[in-house]
């Protein structure tokens, strides 16, 4: 039917699934004339071109149009990463607890030292030993002295 339809022989072969040399072959009828098959190339190539333009080779989903929008949306993305993984570059580790942490932490707060002294011996944020340790600071000393 194809090729009562002069349709060109790589058209069958890409209908069919098998190579253009082989509908050829086996039909000499289908090779059509030399203008048809000039035809079908330039077809074809203009629509690999189109596809290649709108289609994303590795997810095969359009790509968005190429244009002013579509630059803005990239730069957008491009600087949220950059900013992403500069918070994550500049963040430290969590700091773990360990038993003797917590240990020389009350051992220091109950002698009288400072929230900012224990901070800097174990190694953490001031604002760290005070939630840890509630009642230890100075300021609480002087309330109890002044009851």
Sequence with gaps: MLIADE???GEIAAT??????WITRHYPEAKGTKAQLKEWQSLTAMVTETERKYFNKRTGLPELQRGRDYELEQQRRAK???DRQARLNRMKPRHE???ADLATAERMLRDGASYNRVAERIGVARRTIQKRFPGYGHHAKRK???A
């Design 144 to 146: 109890a002295e002044a």
């Design 97 to 99: 607890w360990s038993a």
């Design 16 to 21: 069919i699934g098998v190579p253009a040399a």
């Design 80 to 82: 949220a990463e950059r």
């Design 7 to 9: 349709c060109p022989p």
